[in-house]
């Protein structure tokens, strides 16, 4: 069987590892935070002790794909996120599978964010492998790294940061908030992340707890790793317009607590500071929610992969090229440009502000 479509980059140099915290929950906690006062500063302390307990620098400075180093307070950046499918019965660490994928592109002249989210079935080069395989399979032969190069090859773009989470953080995240208000799609029945216990989940508008979340977010019973993706960054804009409120001030303890028990960074607490800047815009924190378009597909094996649409992804290597300002490899890029910019003025971004 031929390739699914033919690489356009050179292959990267094997990079060391890069960890940062999952700023979509981190952000509204910074916007506190910083206040200096009351209740903040006891949170500004702890959070400071919390994240830098959680740095780790394993030595990759850059990406292949800068030519210099970036600073989210001065540069465009991008964060990979990382949902491994990890519990305690499982206990895979660097050898499980992701089960989540979502790279953002913040733009800090717009204060803007797209979120794009790639099938975890997804048919790409994984440069640790020197073959091709499904994507979510990087992190089994060489964990975060081996997934930012995958990813860096597939859609020609630098990934300057990531955060690796499992889903007990996300669960415990979602509780701290008392859950969030979600429109599940159908009813479904799976194992929760403990792999023991049982999920049932009825169609509707309904408030979810940790648990539920993390089921509706991960099923694809009754469609696609399409919907799925979509699903899931709905799910995290919800988290975080209830993490905005301020009703939920005085659960930022418990979600700092969710968060450093569950992830490590490269990220410096310094660093992480410049990001509240992005929930200074007069529009709100504002999201544009992107998909990968593809089919699906069966290898000669009989093993089911995700082909992505080779001229659909040109199209989102330009998108995500022009959003982080650095030069646009794809061939398609003139005349997405133009649909994009179209596209943009007839949609209205998911935005949160602080004075909900």
Known sequence: MSSPYQRTGRRRKKTQKRRIVFFTLVLPLLLVLFTGAGYGAFLYKKAETVLSESYMNDGREKSALRDADVHPLEDNVSILFMGIDDNLKRNYGDNTRTDALILATLNIKDKTIKMLSIPRDTYAYIPAEDDYNRINHAHVVGGPTATIESVEELLDVPVDYYVRMN??????????????????????????????????????????????????????????????????????????????????????????????????????????????????????????????????????????????????????????????????????????????????????????????
């Not at 509707?204 to 799925?228: F, H, K, P, W």
């Not at 028990?261 to 929930?279: P, V, W």
């Not at 000669?300 to 989102?316: H, M, Q």
């Open 167 to 356: 889903f007990y953080a996300f669960v415990d995240v979602v509780d701290a908030l008392n859950g969030i208000k979600f429109d599940v799609p159908y009813e479904f029945r799976v194992k929760d992340s403990s792999d023991v216990h049982y999920v049932n989940m009825e169609p509707g508008v309904q408030v979810l707890n940790g648990q539920e979340a993390l089921a509706v977010a991960r099923t694809r019973m009754n469609d696609s790793d399409i919907e799925r993706g979509k699903r899931q960054q709905q799910i995290l804009q919800k988290v975080v317009k209830k993490a905005l409120s301020v009703n939920s001030v005085t659960k930022y303890d418990e979600i700092l607590e969710a968060i450093g028990e569950n992830l490590r960074t490269d990220m410096t607490f310094s660093e992480m500071k410049s990001l509240i800047d992005y929930g200074k815009n007069d529009k709100g924190l504002s999201y544009e929610s992107l998909t990968l378009p593809g089919t699906d597909d069966f290898l000669n094996s009989g093993a089911y992969i995700y082909r992505a649409d080779e001229t659909e992804l040109e199209v989102i290597k330009g998108k995500l090229q022009r959003h982080l300002g650095i030069e646009t490899s794809s061939s398609y890029s003139d005349e997405e440009n133009s649909s994009t910019e179209s596209e943009e003025s007839d949609t209205e971004d998911e935005s949160y502000s602080t004075g909900e």
